[in-house]
């Protein structure tokens, strides 16, 4: 029977072309919207590494001023400073506690081509340690990382992205060549393959939805080589003396770090370590504020920077409400639809048809509007989203893309949707009385 109310409905569709394209395009108009919006909240808050998301906290101390919190916020203790002083980062990272860690920082400086005809450019520079690579599950195209000796010896080594690579080494195996940047020869050890985690969660604060950085080496490198600072840099006193050691000795907060705790018993261990090493510090005349050590994983840590903008999630609920009226002009179509079919439902009545019968036949009908709404809801919200491309750019690239799972979701939506706005109409369709449509034949 399913078969047979299938050939009906797209026979009653094709009756009435220019009322069921009126429905299938009211319909395409709300998902299209929808799926726009619900596609870029969807990959905004998706977990960026979800293997190993529970594992990975994002450290933070509350080394700020005593007069006033870093930052306002509705919780009863204020949120420390989102990043670290350099003191912090590498005192952590000597204590070695943690089953892997990573302290980080961003900063830039000019790449010079080997090639003469080649011009000399910017890239970024992401300062980190050798585990970062493991931690974040980094895919490489050629060799490795460096290892631990290089951090500690201060290696002139790099680790190169992909595009990097492909542009200064033509994307052949540059492992073991010469890379000049910032006045200085680096030896390549490693080249990363396409890696764009998003959002990028190990550094939110400096972008959320920007591209990884270019070029990586070992994060002492700030210090011997006096690397510029990129990112967010905030102080609260400024710092004692002048130059780039006073800086890195000062209370100014410009480095993040992360460390890898694979259960909750190293967690645990972990934050007692913080705060043992937090009392430490107190006691050196440093830390005036309460205690307020925080580990946060991916997912909270996301949640609680508000990777997921406001807006966005206004302009979802707007579409949702769009679809909403969209599907109330639906519903008077479907009456109206429904009412010109009065004659037949009041014969097919007459000739042995129950209510429930007419019903499914009905919902299929509406159903396949729906399937029909949704298809080409699909494809406004490609549009929708090469929309957003364009008005964005690179910044919301990766975010502006359908997937299986929105496709689904799209088809489901529509369909749903349709029979929802069709159970009224065809309720009244059904309880026609066929002697009077009998009688008027």
């Not at 906290?57 to 350099?86: G, K, R």
């Not at 009456?335 to 007459?350: D, N, P, Q, T, V």
């Not at 029979?419 to 009688?439: D, E, F, H, M």
């Amino acid at each position: 029977m399913f078969t047979y109310y299938l050939k009906l409905a797209f026979k009653s569709i094709k009756r009435n072309p220019i009322l069921s394209t009126l429905m299938v395009m009211a319909i395409a108009l709300g998902i299209g919207a929808s799926i726009t919006t619900i596609t870029v909240n969807y990959l905004m808050s998706a977990d960026p590494i979800p293997q190993k998301s529970q594992q990975l906290f994002y450290v933070q101390v509350d080394s700020w001023d005593p007069n006033e919190a870093y930052s306002d916020n509705s919780d009863e203790v204020a949120p420390p400073p989102s990043q670290l002083t350099y003191t912090e980062a590498t005192n952590l990272m000597a204590a070695k506690r943690a089953y892997k860690q990573t302290a980080m920082a961003k900063s830039g400086g000019i790449i010079e081509p080997q090639s003469q005809d080649a011009k000399p450019f910017e890239a970024s520079i992401r300062l980190t340690f050798a585990d970062f690579f493991s931690m974040f599950d980094v895919p490489f195209q050629y060799g490795n990382s460096w290892d631990e000796q290089s951090d500690i010896n201060r290696d002139l080594v790099v680790v190169l992205s992909k595009n990097i690579n492909d542009k200064v080494f033509g994307g052949e195996n540059s492992v073991g060549k010469n890379f000049i940047m910032s006045g200085k020869t680096f030896r390549v050890i490693g080249v990363m393959d396409n890696w764009q985690p998003v959002p990028k969660f190990y550094d939110i604060g400096n972008g959320a939805f920007d591209l990884p950085e270019e070029v990586y080496m070992p994060f002492y490198l700030k210090e011997e080589l006096e690397l510029p600072n990129w990112g967010n840099v905030n102080c609260w006193k400024t710092p004692e003396g002048e130059g780039f050691k006073a800086f890195l000795r000062s209370e100014c907060i410009n480095f993040q770090m992360w460390v890898e705790l694979p259960t909750l018993g190293d967690k645990a261990d972990y934050l007692s370590f913080l705060n043992n090493y937090v009392t430490e510090q107190k006691e050196l005349g440093r830390f005036p504020r309460p205690l307020n050590n925080r580990l946060s994983d991916v997912m909270t840590w996301m949640e609680s920077q508000k990777v997921v903008d406001r807006d966005a999630k206004l302009m979802m609920w707007l579409s949702f409400m769009f679809l909403l009226v969209c599907l109330l002009n639906t519903i008077g179509l479907l009456l109206a639809k429904f009412s010109g079919k009065a004659a037949e439902i009041g014969l097919r009545r007459a000739v042995g048809a129950s209510k429930a019968e007419l019903f499914k036949q009905h919902i299929i009908e509406a159903a396949c509007i729906g399937l029909l709404g949704g298809i080409v809801g699909l494809g406004l919200a490609f549009l929708g989203l090469q929309g957003v491309k364009s008005l964005y750019g690179d910044f919301i690239d990766n975010l502006a893309t359908l997937d299986t799972n929105m496709v689904i979701l799209a088809l489901l939506l529509a369909v749903v949707s349709s029979v929802l706005a069709g159970l009224y109409p065809t309720w009244r369709a059904c309880n026609i009385a066929p002697a009077s449509q009998l009688k008027s034949q």
